[in-house]
Every structure is written in structure tokens, then in C-alpha cells.
């Protein structure tokens, strides 16, 4: 049974420019024809399904996984999590295996309660869940959501295929006068 | 763990002209944004990305300083912007039967190590206001070719 108590239940709401919503669930709206506000509720994900549900101001319904509803705060979370090299220590651990806290502990000089801060860090950005496995809890880390991270140089990617695009532009205008 | 961003296209230019347009400041406003940029190894230069009231997005200011600057062949300068620090952007023209091939690079991306704590010091120079400014900076620009 997974068990995230730190993300049940919790609705945020952001106001996010309307042409960043059209991109967000552009892939999702093949039947709606048009976005007509920019308020996104974001309810986080239901522990089991790994699925967050979202809508926008009741006009539309959407249900798609949480990790493509990305903002600027939990994209900030997710870049905070892994500015710790402790903590970029610990999504390693995880990759290998889901491991306890004593497990995750056993690697480092620091002591235990100072790894469980970490983990909550971690938990908070959504990075990694606790499982419950009889008496302890592991931790299960999930990379896909690094995604704000690939994000990230995408965005730069994008901005350099415009401007590599205006500079062919302007060298053809140049050329012609 | 650094990224780079490279990319190569065909220019049915000549070296020398594709180069005008890379290491000119009118031109670089032209295809990129306002700037004080010389074509001398040291220059420090800012490009200022202009407000865009419609996508909330206020400007942005990016640090720069020429650190090749070998003409028709070669520029490459740092770019600092926001909460991106120590990355670097890179011209390399070499000619080619039907003009000038360019092989763009903007390396330094650290994924892993997001420049210590220095990223996160100020709201200013956050990086969600460096990931909530990239795409308005790209509808700002989507706004004005169109």
C-alpha cells in the first residue's frame, strides 16, 4: 500500500498565463475547442492511482498524471530537492531499490533524523513515496518526475530553434537588400 | 552533470555574411534582442529581453562577456540570466559548397548541481522565475515575428 499523507488531499490553485495552459493540456483538450479562463486547479495525486484530476473552473474536467501539471512552486520544489548533494545521494540509493530510512541511513555519517528531513524534502517535491512494508516504511523513488528538470533545457531548446530561425531570416533579408 | 544544447544548419550564405550577422550588435538586436555587444575577446554585454505585459512577463536582463571572438570562424560568450549562471553560447562557421554551415552549441546546463545555493538566493534570481520567464520569453518573441 503506498502511503503519502503529505500530498492527500491537497488543492491548489494558481493563476497561470492562459497561453502556459493551452500548452499544458493541449494534448488533452481534442474535444474541447477553447480554454476560456486561466484558472487551473491542480488537486495533487491520489496516492493509489499516481493520477491527479484537474479543471478549469467547471467548464472542462480533466484527469491526466500528475507529473504534467508542472508550476513554477513545485517546479522550484523539485529543483530545491536535488540542489542537495545528500539528497542526490539518496535518489541514487533509491534507483537501486526502495530502502527504509535505517537502510538509507546506513549510507552516510549523518544521523537518522537528519535523512528523514531529507526524505521529507524529497516527499514534498513529489520525487519519492512511502510504502509501507509490514512494520517499516520504504521509500520509492519515481524519476519521471524529474521531469521539470528536462523541461528546464527544453524550454532553452525552443528558444534557440525561434532565434536560430529569425537569424536565417535576417541573414536572407540582408542578403536580398 | 552538464547539458548542452547543439544544433546545425545550412546558411546558403557566405562565411563572411553569416558572421556579420552573429558578431554585429544591430544585428544581434535584429534576431536576438537589444544589446551592447562588440566583437573583442573580454567585452561585457547585456541583451535586455523586453517586458511582455500580456504573458506576465517583465523583462529579463542577460550577462554576457565575449570569450572567442576568432572572425569568419568562431564566437562564443557566457550567458548568465536569472537563476542560469556558467553556461556558455557558441558560433562555429565553417564553409561549405552551398554556403555556411553553423554548428550552434549552449553548453553548461548542470542538471545536478544547480550552482550551489547561489540559484536560490533572492526571489530575483530564482529559478522558477527563470522557468516561468522562458516561455513567455518564447511567446513574447512567437508575439512579435508573427
Redesign the interface.
Known amino acids: 500500500m503506498i502511503c503519502d499523507k503529505n500530498r492527500q488531499a491537497s488543492k491548489k490553485s494558481y493563476n497561470i498565463?492562459l497561453?502556459?495552459v493551452k500548452?499544458l493540456i493541449s494534448p488533452l483538450l481534442k474535444q474541447a475547442t477553447e480554454v476560456e479562463s486561466h484558472t487551473l486547479n491542480v488537486y495533487y495525486p491520489a496516492p493509489k492511482s499516481q493520477m491527479s484530476k484537474a479543471y478549469l473552473t467547471g467548464k472542462l474536467f480533466l484527469t491526466y498524471s500528475s507529473h504534467m501539471v508542472t508550476t513554477?512552486?513545485h517546479?522550484?520544489e523539485v529543483?530545491?530537492a536535488?540542489?542537495h548533494?545528500a539528497r542526490?545521494r539518496i535518489l541514487d540509493l533509491l534507483l537501486e531499490a526502495d530502502r527504509s530510512v535505517n537502510a538509507i541511513a546506513g549510507h552516510f555519517v549523518m544521523t537518522r533524523p537528519a535523512v528523514s528531513q531529507h526524505l521529507r524534502v524529497l516527499l514534498d517535491a513529489g520525487l519519492v513515496t512511502e510504502q509501507r512494508h509490514g512494520r517499516e516504511r520504504r521509500y520509492h523513488f519515481f524519476p519521471e518526475r524529474l521531469d521539470?528538470?528536462r523541461d528546464?533545457?527544453a524550454?532553452?531548446?525552443?528558444?534557440?530553434?525561434?532565434?536560430?530561425e529569425?537569424?536565417?531570416?535576417?541573414?536572407?533579408k540582408?542578403?536580398k537588400e | 552533470m552538464t547539458?548542452t544544447?547543439r544544433?546545425e544548419?545550412l546558411?546558403?550564405?557566405p562565411r563572411e555574411?553569416?558572421w556579420?550577422?552573429?558578431a554585429d550588435s544591430t544585428?544581434l538586436a535584429?534576431?536576438?534582442f537589444p544589446n551592447d555587444f562588440e566583437p573583442r575577446v573580454g567585452h561585457h554585454f547585456t541583451f535586455q529581453v523586453p517586458p511582455n505585459p500580456k504573458?506576465?512577463f517583465d523583462g529579463l536582463t542577460v550577462r554576457c562577456e565575449v570569450l572567442e571572438c576568432d572572425p569568419p570562424t568562431r564566437l562564443a560568450f557566457s550567458w548568465e540570466a536569472a537563476g542560469l549562471v556558467g553556461t556558455q553560447v557558441s558560433f562555429q562557421l565553417e564553409p561549405n559548397a552551398e554556403g555556411t554551415r553553423?554548428l550552434?552549441e549552449?553548453s553548461g546546463?548542470d542538471?545536478?548541481?544547480?550552482h550551489?545555493?547561489q540559484?536560490?538566493k533572492g526571489a530575483e534570481y530564482?529559478?522558477?522565475?527563470?522557468?516561468?520567464q522562458?516561455?513567455?520569453?518564447?511567446?513574447n518573441?512567437?508575439s512579435i515575428?508573427s
Open positions: 498565463p497561453a502556459t500548452t513554477p512552486d517546479e522550484q529543483f530545491e536535488i540542489s548533494p542526490r521539470p528538470v528546464w533545457i524550454h532553452y531548446e525552443r528558444f534557440w530553434d525561434d532565434h536560430l529569425r537569424l536565417q531570416k535576417h541573414l536572407s540582408r542578403s | 547539458k544544447i544544433r544548419i546558411i546558403p550564405q555574411q553569416v556579420r550577422g552573429i544585428a535584429d534576431w536576438m504573458v506576465n553553423l550552434f549552449h546546463f542538471v545536478s548541481q544547480p550551489g545555493n540559484a536560490f530564482g529559478w522558477a522565475k527563470m522557468l516561468g522562458l516561455p513567455a520569453v518564447v511567446t518573441l512567437r515575428t
